[in-house]
């Protein structure tokens, strides 16, 4: 297994791309597509694109996971 580039919470940037996300949860991008299009994952929609505020990130892995990084 990929060891993740993010270490800690605090080096992740204020809004995620799905790259990102995929890169921190270490799963597919196919994986990461399917979580983001899930209800309840914190997304905001700008346009046609899909990020993630880092915030609403950090509790979603901490209630869903039971902890995280």
Not at 29 to 53: A, Q, T
């Amino acid at each position: 297994m990929k060891e993740s580039a993010y270490k800690s919470y605090e080096k992740l940037p204020l809004f995620l791309n799905s790259e990102t996300v995929a890169k921190v949860l270490d799963v597919s991008p196919s994986s990461e597509y399917e979580l983001i299009h899930k209800p309840g994952f914190p997304v905001l929609r700008i346009g046609n694109r899909i990020v993630v505020p880092k915030a609403q990130f950090i509790q979603w892995v901490k209630e869903y996971t039971g902890g995280g990084t």
